[in-house]
Nanobody, 119 residues
Framework: QVQLVESGGGLVQAGGSLRLSCVAS?????MAWFRQAPGKEREFVAT????????RYSDSVEGRFTISRDNAKNSVYLQMNSLKPEDTALYYC???????????????WGQGTQVTVSS
């Protein structure tokens, strides 16, 4: 059974930074981050291929967030800078076989880590 475990969430002031981490129990997955705010649908944040290439970002985080991975550790990271209150959400790590911005393309999901940005 594939497991994904996120960490690194927390409370930060607007303009601050956080780094999320996700460790997978398997390798060779396309990895992505999604987020879901209360009362809203889950939305795509960023994705990265198995080789670390082809990173893609949502328009709302482009230029502020950076996705990266360390395959030796089966880990993916999300560096979040210049955080805004609207970034507040439960952030999920996801794994799959296809580079995609669509949640249904990802078969494996973590439990989520909460990010709260105060104004």
């Amino acid at each position: 059974q594939v497991q994904l475990v996120e960490s690194g969430g927390g409370l930060v002031q607007a303009g601050g930074s956080l780094r999320l981490s996700c460790v997978a129990s398997v390798s060779s997955l396309v990895m992505a981050w999604f987020r879901q705010a209360p009362g809203k649908e889950r939305e795509f944040v960023a994705t990265i291929s198995w080789t670390g290439g082809s990173p893609r970002y949502s328009d709302s985080v482009e230029g502020r967030f950076t996705i990266s991975r360390d395959n030796a550790k089966n880990s993916v990271y999300l560096q979040m800078n210049s955080l805004k209150p609207e970034d507040t959400a439960l952030y999920y790590c996801a794994g799959g076989r296809l580079i995609s911005t669509m949640a249904y393309h990802y078969s494996y999901w973590g439990q989520g880590t909460q990010v709260t940005v105060s104004s």
